[in-house]
T-cell receptor, first 113, second 112 residues
Framework: NAGVTQTPKFRVLKTGQSMTLLCAQD?????MYWYRQDPGMGLRLIHY???????AKGEVPDGYNVSRLKKQNFLLGLESAAPSQTSVYFC????????????FGPGTRLTVL | DQQVKQNSPSLSVQEGRISILNCDYT??????FLWYKKYPAEGPTFLIS?????DKNEDGRFTVFLNKSAKHLSLHIVPSQPGDSAVYFC???????????FGQGTRLTINP
């Protein structure tokens, strides 16, 4: 039981490049979330999903897209990376009845030059 | 508009003493509150939670207090141990909401 995993762990991009971050969970959770963590800003919600095939915007969605084609996977895409997207990205998931107790992955550190 | 605020970016406590981390919120619709702990290079992990129908919840060395009239909650750790050194995030959710709102975090350092 791996919990929540994230791929890759580290990545360096140049401005304008694109990439996809993958989150996978093996707990059969309905809900999945993408956050970014920046110094002094805490964890800010980018996008989330309440089930397979659904997505919704969070607090800071601009510049990101997401897809939830399979229940266990939640992809975060950056179509044209900007230096302002340099951050640590965390994926989380939770079950339907866990009342917002979310389980987090180990994070992806992304640097955009 | 920061709905959940942790006004102390850092806190230093001597081992064995009590650590008190504070959190304020502005949204009166919040009815469930959580604390997460985060070590460097790891994801946050759930620590303890409290529902708005309670004013205290205890789990071993960790106790969370909720003061609804002041829109304030606090996490008490006693006695503090070196392994408690981490960043602590306060989070809140409203009934029916599918997401959490996090504070900025407080870095706790336990000194031997």
């Amino acid at each position: 039981n791996a919990g929540v995993t994230q791929t890759p762990k580290f990545r360096v991009l140049k401005t304008g490049q694109s990439m996809t971050l993958l989150c996978a969970q093996d707990m059969n959770h309905e809900y999945m979330y993408w956050y970014r963590q920046d110094p002094g800003m805490g964890l800010r919600l980018i996008h989330y999903s309440v089930g397979e095939g659904t997505t919704a915007k969070g607090e800071v969605p601009d510049g990101y897209n997401v897809s939830r084609l399979k229940k266990q996977n939640f992809l975060l895409g950056l179509e044209s990376a900007a230096p302002s997207q340099t951050s640590v990205y965390f994926c989380a998931s939770r079950g339907t009845y866990s009342y917002n107790e979310q389980f987090f992955g180990p994070g992806t550190r992304l640097t955009v030059l | 508009d920061q709905q959940v605020k942790q006004n102390s970016p850092s806190l230093s406590v001597q081992e064995g003493r009590i650590s008190i981390l504070n959190c304020d919120y502005t949204n009166s619709m919040f009815d469930y509150f959580l604390w997460y702990k985060k070590y460097p290079a790891e994801g946050p992990t759930f620590l303890i939670s409290i529902s708005s129908i309670k004013d205290k919840n205890e789990d071993g060395r960790f106790t969370v207090f909720l003061n609804k009239s002041a829109k304030h909650l606090s996490l008490h750790i006693v006695p503090s141990q070196p392994g408690d050194s981490a960043v602590y995030f306060c989070a809140a959710s409203a009934q029916g909401a599918q997401k959490l709102v996090f504070g900025q975090g407080t870095r706790l350092t336990i000194n031997p």
